[in-house]
């Protein structure tokens, strides 16, 4: 279990600043200050590292619920180095990532609509060319959601006794399990067509916004794969479509969020006409909100229960979610 009280403790961070240091002197790079704490989160925490120089690197560390993030940054740096934030350096057992300073967010570059349409066109890229190293990736411990796993995962979700106590801050209100339970056998459906459909499983970022891209370079390079998985690809477009709606000013159903789908989902026509696409793009975006649960199910159990309680919200609010209108939806 991790909590602030970890990433804050001084024993914790000796050792792991310790860590980054002497990675930074096999790389040849020597710090010019001393080390900044400006992320802290119950589950994960970063540090700034100013370099000699002027440029700074970047300490990450993560708790137990996102331990797939060392392990999935390494594999993409090396399959998909030019659409990733390349890690210097990477503990595995100790879940830290040191990282270069990768320059501006698209976010802090203040992007519009074609700029956001560049990014999920370019992600949608980085999904199909690791698609064939799904098996792997699962095998290295990334989270397997792939649809047909999914009913089952969202079964025991259900059942979770926690979960199910309304009196509880993160307990799901019983009419909302009801109704969620209720549509179950449509949520497998979902799932069935989802893994026959014809699009590979792949990377799922599950947090793809304009703070999680950086957009310097002359491209577009991911970073921030705590929350991500090995799930069917169009699932991701759950949270960048209300992200996109949101800095936008985008109304839900608003025609550019149908662009925005569309230009993702041209880069998928090897595997299904347009009109089949996007009718797995409905179900994925069905399907979704149920996956995010988990998301945050599993990473809120790596987290120590006293500093739960602030993001106690997330798994009832997501699986209540899946009863709410979509983000192409008028009202959604």
Not at 111 to 119: E, G, I, K
Not at 245 to 260: E, I, K, N, Y
Not at 305 to 318: D, F, I, K, L, Y
């Amino acid at each position: 279990m991790t909590g602030t009280r970890t990433w804050r403790d001084p024993g914790w961070r000796a050792a792991a600043l310790g860590w980054a240091a002497g990675q930074l002197e096999r790389a040849g790079l020597v710090p010019g200050g001393e080390p900044e704490q400006p992320h802290v989160r119950a589950w994960s925490t970063a540090f700034r590292i100013p370099l000699r120089g002027g440029e700074a690197v970047w300490l990450k560390a993560v708790g137990p619920g996102s331990a797939q993030e060392p392990v999935l940054a390494e594999a993409l740096a090396v399959r998909v180095p030019e659409r990733v934030l390349v890690p210097l350096a990477v503990d595995r057992g100790r879940r830290l990532l040191l990282l270069p300073d990768g320059g501006p967010t698209l976010r802090e570059a203040g992007a519009d609509l074609a700029a956001w349409t560049a990014m999920l066109v370019a992600h949608a890229r980085l999904q199909a060319e690791v698609a064939d190293h799904a098996d792997g990736l699962v095998a290295l411990g990334v989270p397997d959601h792939r649809p047909e796993r999914l009913p089952a995962l969202v079964a025991d979700l259900l059942a979770d006794g926690d979960a199910q106590q309304a009196g509880r801050p993160d307990g799901l209100a019983p009419e909302v399990r009801a109704r969620v339970l209720a549509g179950t056998g449509r949520y497998a459906a979902a799932c069935r067509e989802l893994a026959d459909g014809g699009v590979p499983a792949t990377v799922q970022h599950d947090d793809l916004h304009d703070g999680n891209v950086f957009a310097g370079g002359g491209g577009y390079r991911f970073f921030d794969w705590g929350d991500a998985s090995i799930s069917h690809p169009f699932l991701v477009l759950l949270v960048v479509l209300r992200f996109a709606g949101q800095v936008l000013d985008l109304s839900p159903g608003h025609p550019a969020l149908f662009r925005l789908r569309d230009a993702y989902l041209d880069q998928w026509l090897d595997h299904g006409t347009p009109a089949e696409l996007r009718e797995l793009c409905d179900q994925a975006l069905h399907v979704a909100p149920l996956q995010r649960a988990l998301t945050w199910r599993r990473i809120l159990r790596g987290v120590h229960e006293a500093e739960r309680t602030e993001w106690a919200g997330a798994v009832p609010g997501w699986t209540a979610e899946h009863l709410a209108p979509g983000p192409l939806a008028p009202g959604g």
